[in-house]
């Protein structure tokens, strides 16, 4: 065992990757990891390198316990080749309690060189999850301590009291800056900037007092255009604010934010900027931060906004009086616009198509979206149609630039919804959404409902279901999927029939409104309708977060990895105009299994095959149950009877997308039942092939295999015709398990 520095230790073993002695940088939340070990947790990362200034979220297992952390490529003295770990305060908290009396001797004894010093480590190992480390504690059981003399304690206590009092005097000092109600404003503030950044940050922080920059300028944006609808100059005249707010972007915001207030705010050590998933992050100084009770927040923006009230009326920018007429003025527009949505949706209604075809409409969507100048197989615009009238929620995945949230629009388009009378809505998910407030709402600090964007769409679409409405969640993994939509995703499950009219459970917990009646009259009946389809696009890479079983089994998972790059410029352009097609077009048919009974020979056919497919699934642990079966039981059946896909073809694409994603992992009985359903769905005859050891020469069999079922699918094949019953699916497996070969583990994605 040879020493390394900053208490690294190095270790041999089992995917443990280095071991650490506990110690005061550590249990203030960062740890430095030695050059020598920075390529084991790169690895750990799918990364060779990471940008000075960027950091990733990773997932750090103790106990049982899941907590997130940063590691970060930081650069210090000029040195680019230093990283680190930063750990959140719940996780350092923690560390505290078990590693207590290394605690203890660190921040009580002060590390006194004339007591022995605890013995307590921790390890880190890999896992086979992507970004995810696991960290053992090792506890020195028989330290105990010696009492230290009356003065040594004294001397001690003194320290941790400077310490706390340099905090304080820092708290004073950021106090005094910003001053208090009474002082003139004239020598301080030239322009609202420092103030409405403040006020900004202080709303949007989280836990830590950091937030997202983007959503901070976006903030600031929406605050000055607010205050431009109310009649009044948002700034002076020489303001580069004021002179772009009539078409103001987030752009010109951040450009003024970094060169005025961010940059003078910033030499004062109050605030500061960090890069994190290469996400821009402004935080609050973490010293400051952590000394702010709650009543200091409400007290920061009692005094700032105002302030920011006073800086207005001695600039000249606006009165009380006026304020209020302009408010009554700006309630009058925000009236003809709603009237004027509600026009276009009843001009809309107005024009349904009535008589169609499921196989007509498919086809003209594939011809409208063709017209628009994209490109997509007529198989995806199938499977997409197929997927949404199963269930209103699917997700499309695939690498990025594959033009997931362009179909989306362009498939919402071709059925008559658009941007501009908001039945098309493209919501873009944020890396820091932790639970389900941007979605559906949350109880402001004066106790009033704050509806999320979601419940809002919601809200219009139960006025209008004669008509479908459309949501794009896009990048949805960018945070994890079960923080922000699990709550969404069990309301969907509670789907039922009532009276002809397929409704779920309530979309908002009564707690939420507290006393809030304006907002129990809004929305406590509010259910998500029947006319509501929600597609989500998925960039799988190792910025982003993996999905969980609940979500998989929840929606049909559509890949898009095959980019035509071709454009045929001499094609003639065909001018298609959009028709505007009922919700009864993507309307579920069918909820429960029992209700299919009129297509019970199909719906019995498709459950023979899964049971089959279940027996080999249970082998590894894997199987499917009651929610996938009867999903892919209507997707079948829909495709069949609708004339979209026969039989074969329809089950083929749901083996792929309801029951391939839920299978992954590291252990060989994965890997013997890749293979034993490789053999089910192609049908290959398993001759001499060896399931206790795929190498390299069996995967080159089954693809060569499968080159001559593509072979024999051609028309003007005339060579010896090989059957495969599921080639798509077969297609898939044959990948995952080339990745289990190389790798030692395999996931769908």
């Not at 628009?372 to 209103?392: A, F, H, M, Q, V």
């Amino acid at each position: 065992m040879e020493g390394r520095s900053g208490g690294w230790i190095e270790v041999s073993g089992e995917d443990i990757i280095g071991k650490k002695l506990v110690d005061k940088s550590l249990l203030d939340g960062k740890t430095t990891i030695p050059y020598l070990l920075v390529k084991d947790f790169l690895y750990v990362l799918k990364k060779d390198s990471l940008e000075k200034g960027q950091g990733v979220t990773i997932t750090i297992l103790i106990d049982n316990k899941e907590f997130t952390a940063i590691f970060r490529h930081v650069g210090v003295n000029g040195k680019d080749n230093i990283y680190n770990i930063g750990f959140k305060k719940e996780t350092t908290e923690y560390l505290k309690e078990k590693l207590y009396k290394s605690y203890k001797y660190i921040f009580e004894y002060n590390e006194d060189t004339n007591i022995e010093k605890p013995q307590e480590y921790i390890e880190f190992y890999k896992t086979d999850k992507l970004n995810t480390f696991r960290i053992e504690l090792i506890v020195d059981d028989n330290y105990s301590f010696t009492e230290l003399p009356n003065a040594e304690k004294n001397n001690l206590k003194e320290v941790s009291v400077a310490a706390s009092e340099d905090n304080a005097a820092l708290k004073e000092k950021f106090f005094d800056y910003i001053g208090n109600k009474e002082e003139n404003l004239v020598n301080k503030y030239q322009k609202s900037y420092k103030l409405v950044l403040l006020i900004a940050l202080l709303e949007l922080a989280d836990f830590e007092g950091k937030a997202v920059y983007d959503d901070i300028c976006s903030y600031i944006k929406d605050f000055y255009i607010e205050n431009h609808k109310k009649g009044l100059s948002v700034e002076t005249s020489d303001s580069e604010i004021q002179r772009s707010i009539e078409n103001l972007q987030v752009n010109t915001v951040r450009k003024v934010m970094n060169e005025n207030p961010y940059n003078v705010i910033s030499k004062e050590d109050y605030i500061f900027k960090e890069h994190v998933d290469d996400v821009e992050y402004l935080s609050f100084n973490t010293e400051l931060w952590n000394e702010f009770t709650e009543e200091d927040k409400e007290n920061l923006k009692d005094i700032l906004n105002h302030k920011l009230n006073k800086y207005y009326l001695d600039k000249g920018l606006g009165e009380n009086g006026e304020l209020h007429s302009k408010k009554e003025t700006v309630a009058t527009v925000r009236n003809e616009e709603t009237d004027t949505l509600e026009t276009a949706i009843s001009n809309k209604i107005s024009r349904l198509e009535k008589n169609f075809e499921s196989k007509a409409v498919e086809e003209y969507i594939y011809n409208y979206i063709a017209a628009e100048g994209y490109e997509y197989s007529r198989d995806i615009i199938k499977n997409l149609y197929l997927s949404l009238k199963t269930k209103p929620f699917v997700i499309l995945y695939g690498i990025s630039g594959t033009g997931k949230s362009k179909l989306v629009e362009l498939f919402a388009k071709a059925l008559g919804a658009s941007r501009e009378d908001e039945t098309y809505n493209l919501i873009p998910v944020r890396p820091d959404w932790s639970d389900a407030s941007e979605l559906i709402g949350y109880r402001n600090i004066e106790g009033k409902f704050q509806p999320g964007i979601l419940t809002n769409i919601i809200r219009k679409a139960a006025e209008h279901k004669e008509i479908p409405y459309f949501v794009c969640l896009d990048e949805m993994n960018l945070a994890r999927v079960e923080y922000y939509f699990s709550d969404i995703l069990s309301i969907m499950e509670t789907r039922n029939n009532e009276n002809g009219e397929i409704k779920t459970d309530k979309l908002i917990r009564r707690e939420l409104f507290a006393g809030d009646k304006d907002a129990v009259k809004s929305f406590e009946d509010l259910y998500i309708p029947e006319n509501l389809y929600i597609i989500g696009t998925v960039n799988m890479d190792e910025t982003t977060f993996p999905f969980s079983k609940k979500v998989l089994d929840r929606a049909n998972t559509i890949e898009f990895n095959e980019v035509n790059l071709d454009y045929d410029f001499d094609r003639e352009k065909a001018q298609i105009q959009p028709k505007i097609y009922p919700n009864r077009l993507l309307l579920s048919e069918y909820i429960k299994i029992s209700e299919c009974s009129k297509r019970k020979d199909t719906a019995k056919a498709v459950i023979d095959e899964l049971v089959e497919i279940n027996k080999i699934l249970k082998e590894c642990d894997m199987q499917f149950a009651y929610r996938v079966r009867d999903e892919i039981v209507f997707y079948v059946i829909y495709a069949v009877y609708e004339e979209i896909m026969d039989f074969n073809h329809a089950l083929d694409y749901e083996i792929k997308q309801k029951i391939l994603p839920r299978i992954g992992g590291s252990g060989e009985e994965i890997e013997k039942c890749l293979f034993k359903l490789f053999l089910h769905c192609s049908q290959m005859k398993k001759g001499n092939l060896d399931s206790d050891y795929i190498d390299e020469n069996t995967l080159e069999e089954l693809t060569q295999y499968l080159e001559k079922v593509k072979k024999s699918l051609k028309k003007d094949y005339d060579g010896e015709k090989i059957s495969c019953k599921y080639p798509i699916s077969s297609e898939k497996i044959l990948k995952m398990l080339r990745r289990f070969n190389r790798d030692g583990f395999t996931t769908f994605w």
